[in-house]
């Protein structure tokens, strides 16, 4: 069975970066590999998705043109860079198989 770790948050000030990193261990990651995003008293949102194969991107339209998904299949790897970064952009973060799901890692960008 996969299972997931995210890694790469932290505290960062507005219009800063921070990558995420969601390794897999066990099997390889399926074709779909998504990050989302949660905050507390809201439900979790999507946040960027990517194929496997064709490595296919699509984007909430909160993050287009701020956030690049990306994978690294020979590493079990999926990124998430994080550019231009809003206070808004502050939750916990989680990477997802789309049945399977990290922990999740907290970022929170201060105004």
């Known amino acids: 069975q996969v299972q997931l770790v995210e890694s790469g948050g932290g505290l960062v000030q507005a219009g800063g970066s921070l990558r995420l990193t969601c390794a897999a261990s066990?099997?390889?990651?399926?074709?779909?590999a998504g990050w989302f995003r949660q905050t507390p008293g809201k439900e979790r949102e999507f946040v960027a998705t990517?194929?496997?194969?064709?490595?296919?991107?699509f984007y909430a339209d909160s993050v287009k043109g701020r956030f690049t998904i990306s994978r690294d299949n020979a590493k079990n790897t999926v990124y998430l860079q994080m550019n231009s970064l809003k206070p808004e952009d502050t939750a916990v973060y989680y990477c997802?198989?789309?049945?399977?799901w990290g922990q999740g890692t907290q970022v929170t960008v201060s105004s």
């Open positions: 990517i194929t496997g194969v064709a490595g296919i991107t």
């Open positions: 066990g099997r390889t990651f399926a074709s779909y």
């Open positions: 997802t198989t789309g049945t399977i």
